[in-house]
Every structure is written in structure tokens, then in C-alpha cells.
């Protein structure tokens, strides 16, 4: 296994969320230990807390006519994959305990793609397949979870601030 890439994949989604938090404003914003099914946690101005699992994506988000696409040269999709075991452990939490679950996306290109996974009315797609991971070093069949851009919150870093592009369904609002 190789901890050195975990490690630095957590390091640098953390410092993008926490950049990225001068929209959100999540207040006590703290990292999870490791292995955990989320990346981050903290509480809204409400006080409800918030599991956040971070993903930061060797694409880039584009807009081809309706349809947003992340891509690169060999890969092209209009949805963004999660791990299907995280899914359902921030979904229990949410049922079980009313912890907002909520996934954010980076792109190399300054997009963001949030999704509150308690608002999905129906269940995505999912699908097992092989799967070579870089930090376990060896291929693994892996079962993901397929969320659809155009139903996530865009938003696009200009100037040092986020603007929202997109509304998706129904958002956190800190």
C-alpha cells in the first residue's frame, strides 16, 4: 500500500476545501481520521453537522451545449463516480443521525461540483468493475456509484472567489 499517496491526495482536497469553504461556510471545519467514509466534518450556522467526502478529479469540467462533460484526453463522461460503500454510510448517517451528507468535486480547470446526497430522489446508478488503484497498487473490482453533473451545484473559481454556475437540486446552504 502506498500511505505516501493517500496521504498527499487528503493533504491537497483538504487545503481545495478549505479554500473552498468561503462559500459554504462550514463552521469548526475538522479532518477525519484516517480511513474514514468521509474526508472532512463541521456544522452549519444552524448547527447541523456536515460529513463531507472530498474527491479531487485529474479532469477537466466543460459545458457542451446543454450537457456538462468532465474530460481529458483518453476520458470522457457526464457523470462523476463515488465509492458506493461511502454513499451508504453518509446516507445512514444521515437517516440515522440527520447528518448532512455532502460530496465535493474539484476540477483541474477551478470547477467545483457539490452534491447533497440527501436531496437525490432516486437511486443512482451503480455498476462493479475493475478498478487499478494507485494507492493500493494493484487492480481491484470496485462497485460505483454514478451521480449525474448536471444535477450537482457548479461552481467556477474566478479572482479568488466562487461563482455559482449551476443550480443543481435543492443545496446546502451553510
Keep these: 500500500m502506498n500511505d505516501a499517496f493517500f496521504k498527499k491526495n487528503e ?43 472530498i474527491k479531487k478529479r485529474n479532469l477537466e469540467l466543460s459545458k457542451r451545449g446543454e450537457k456538462w462533460i468532465m474530460s481529458n484526453e483518453k476520458f470522457t463522461a457526464d457523470t462523476v463516480m463515488i465509492e458506493s460503500h461511502k454513499l451508504c454510510s453518509l446516507l445512514l448517517d444521515y437517516q440515522c443521525n440527520g447528518i448532512i451528507p455532502l460530496y465535493v468535486n474539484f476540477f483541474n480547470n477551478e470547477y467545483v461540483v457539490v452534491y447533497n446526497l440527501s436531496k437525490f430522489k432516486s437511486r443512482p446508478e451503480e455498476k462493479t468493475f475493475a478498478i487499478y488503484s494507485n494507492g493500493y497498487q494493484f487492480k481491484q473490482f470496485e462497485r460505483r456509484a454514478f ?17 455559482l454556475i449551476q443550480k443543481g437540486f435543492e ?3 451553510g
Design 11 to 53: 493533504n491537497e482536497g483538504f487545503k481545495l476545501f478549505q479554500d473552498f469553504n468561503q462559500k459554504l461556510k462550514i463552521q469548526d471545519l475538522t479532518r477525519a481520521v484516517e480511513r474514514e467514509h468521509y474526508d472532512a466534518s463541521g456544522h452549519t450556522s444552524l448547527n447541523e453537522v456536515v460529513e463531507i467526502e
Design 147 to 163: 451521480l449525474k453533473l448536471k444535477e450537482g451545484w457548479i461552481y467556477k473559481k474566478e479572482n479568488d472567489n466562487y461563482k
Design 171 to 173: 443545496t446546502f446552504d
